[in-house]
Every structure is written in C-alpha cells, then in structure tokens.
C-alpha cells in the first residue's frame, strides 16, 4: 500500500474536514496517508471530484506511488491542466497536457 499525498488550494473548508478524518493534514492544505489502498484512495478521489465539479474553487493535487506508471508515481488533478510524469534520459519531468 503506497503513500498517497493530497494538495489543496484555495478550496472550501469542507474539503479540509473530510481529507483530515482520512489522512494526516502534515501543513496547511497537504496531506498525506502512509498506506492508503487502491479501494481508499478510489472513493476518496471520487468524492473530492463530485465536490469539485459542483463548487469549482481552487486546485486539488493527488500523487502515490505507482509500480506501472512512468517515474514510479501517478499524477491526478483538478482545477489546474493535467500533468504526467515522463523519464526524458533518467531524468523524471512533469508534463502539463
């Protein structure tokens, strides 16, 4: 179960609420889960997407650890262009798309 990290910004106060009752909150508006699993992390992102889609504010950032992505780490975002992780000559870069 990899570490997953949450990042907000400029969000409701809602947002702050419910990431806390499932990750530690390490400084304002990051947040970070040690072994949160694939099922966890799924609903958790699902949730933060619904409440994004209908109050639109700020930007929302999540990253872990994934064994099949490029760089080892998967990139999901909201409110800000998505990004990729890509390998350019072992040297790992975040592509805006």
């Given at each position: 179960?990899?570490?997953?990290?949450?990042?907000?910004?400029?969000?409701?106060?809602?947002?702050r609420g419910f990431l806390t009752s499932v990750m530690l909150?390490?400084?304002?508006?990051?947040?970070?889960?040690?072994?949160?699993?694939?099922?966890?992390?799924?609903?958790?992102?699902?949730?933060?997407?619904?409440?994004?889609?209908?109050?639109?504010?700020?930007?929302?950032?999540?990253?872990?650890?994934?064994?099949?992505?490029?760089?080892?780490?998967?990139?999901?975002?909201?409110?800000?262009?998505?990004?990729?992780?890509?390998?350019?000559?072992?040297?790992?870069?975040?592509?805006?798309?």
């Amino acid at each position: 179960m990899p570490l997953t990290m949450v990042v907000t910004r400029d969000v409701e106060a809602r947002y702050r609420g419910f990431l806390t009752s499932v990750m530690l909150e390490v400084s304002a508006g990051v947040y970070v889960a040690p072994d949160m699993n694939a099922g966890v992390r799924s609903r958790v992102w699902t949730v933060l997407s619904e409440w994004y889609e209908t109050l639109g504010r700020g930007a929302i950032v999540m990253v872990w650890r994934d064994k099949t992505a490029s760089g080892h780490l998967r990139i999901e975002t909201l409110g800000e262009p998505p990004k990729k992780i890509v390998d350019a000559d072992g040297i790992l870069l975040v592509k805006r798309s």
